[in-house]
């Protein structure tokens, strides 16, 4: 499975942009897949999750800001970011995997597919 992220810029303190991860995999619609970010020096962290249901999961730190949305019929994963804060900066990477089950907690060890990543950059 091939995921190739985009969207990812600089922005203002308080401004939005719209990620995409495109997937190359048929069977996408099966798939649990993910949004994670990494900043320099830190962990990589969970930022919000979408089952084959369309259950979703949002890390902490972006309830309310964030919402992901995946469209099947594209293989294409999303990530609406609004109210953007300098602390979103990272490089944010797309994860996907057939075995997550639904009440999965992002957990990026459970993720066997990732994509190259998209840098964030947000000023205050």
């Known amino acids: 499975v091939q995921l190739v992220e985009s969207g990812g810029g600089s922005v203002q303190a308080g401004g939005s942009l719209r990620l995409s991860c495109a997937a190359s995999?048929?069977?996408?619609?099966?798939?649990?897949v993910g949004w994670f970010r990494q900043a320099p020096g830190k962990e990589r962290e969970g930022v919000a999750r979408?089952?084959?249901?369309?259950?979703?999961y949002y890390g902490d730190s972006v309830k309310g800001r964030f919402t992901i949305s995946r469209d099947d019929a594209k293989n294409t994963l999303y990530l609406q970011m609004n109210s953007l804060k300098p602390e979103d900066t990272a490089t944010y990477y797309c994860?996907?995997?057939?075995?997550?089950?639904?009440?999965?907690?992002?957990?990026?060890?459970?993720?066997?597919?990732w994509g190259q990543g998209t840098q964030v950059t947000v000023a205050s």
């Open positions: 979408i089952v084959s249901g369309g259950s979703t």
């Open positions: 994860a996907a995997d057939p075995q997550v089950p639904w009440w999965s907690l992002l957990r990026a060890p459970e993720y066997d597919y």
């Open positions: 995999e048929y069977t996408f619609s099966t798939y649990c």
